[in-house]
Antibody
Framework: EVQLVESGGGLVQPGGSLRLSCAAS????????MHWVRQAPGKGLVWVSR????????SYADSVKGRFTISRDNAKNTLYLQMNSLRAEDTAVYYC????????????WGQGTLVTVSS | QSALTQPASVSGSPGQSITISCTGT?????????VSWYQQHPGKAPKLMIY???NRPSGVSNRFSGSKSGNTASLTISGLQAEDEADYYC????????????FGGGTKLTVL
């Protein structure tokens, strides 16, 4: 069974940092591209970042470029999102999602972790 | 990148059919057959309901169907049931972003 479990969310002050983790199991993690998607309270889904299977290629939404860094450890089956210089508008539930390249869309999602940026 | 356009809300009575539209451009919906639909219940993760415009993953009810015409994709739910009440999001591959994907703004389905 495919499982994605996010952790690392919490309350952080504006300008602070946080690192999210996503532990994957039930599939060959090193074969899949992965995404981070966020959802602000009461709002829609927004792509944040994606990484290819071996970590050699990454991409970011303009709103987080230069502040967030996506990475992965295929030996540990874990995806990361390092978030620096956090702003109030980064407050959201952050989901990790597995990209199915055959359908060019995420097919499995974690349950999400809440990040709240507030003083 | 700009989100795909969905109606904010739709509603229907049990047993009826509803359709949710998702309008994009030739750089996304109109240019590729990589449109997906997700169902999200409150406090839950999104669930893939339709991929490649009209295909259902294993385990998804055949009451859910998808189609596309030009730059607009559609999700139809027939025989509405109370458990179908949720938010629905369309997504498409896009050549306009290095993230390769764009979501719609979401549609709240209310089963009356």
């Amino acid at each position: 069974e495919v499982q994605l479990v996010e952790s690392g969310g919490g309350l952080v002050q504006p300008g602070g940092s946080l690192r999210l983790s996503c532990a994957a199991s039930g599939f060959t993690f090193s074969s899949y591209w992965m995404h981070w998607v966020r959802q602000a309270p009461g709002k829609g889904l927004v792509w944040v970042s994606r990484i290819n299977s071996d970590g050699s290629s990454t991409s970011y939404a303009d709103s987080v470029k230069g502040r967030f860094t996506i990475s992965r450890d295929n030996a540990k089956n874990t995806l990361y999102l390092q978030m620096n210089s956090l702003r109030a508008e980064d407050t959201a539930v952050y989901y990790c999602a597995r990209l199915n390249v055959d359908i060019v869309a995420p097919d499995y999602w974690g349950q999400g972790t809440l990040v709240t940026v507030s003083s | 990148q700009s989100a795909l356009t969905q109606p904010a809300s739709v509603s229907g009575s049990p047993g009826q059919s509803i359709t949710i539209s998702c309008t994009g451009t030739s750089s996304d919906v109109g240019g590729y057959n990589y449109v997906s639909w997700y169902q999200q219940h409150p406090g839950k993760a999104p669930k893939l309901m339709i991929y490649d415009v009209s295909n259902r993953p294993s385990g998804v009810s055949n009451r859910f169907s998808g189609s596309k015409s030009g730059n607009t994709a559609s999700l139809t739910i027939s025989g509405l049931q109370a458990e179908d009440e949720a938010d629905y999001y369309c997504s498409s591959y896009t050549s306009s972003s290095t993230l390769e994907g764009v979501f719609g703004g979401g549609t709240k389905l209310t089963v009356l």
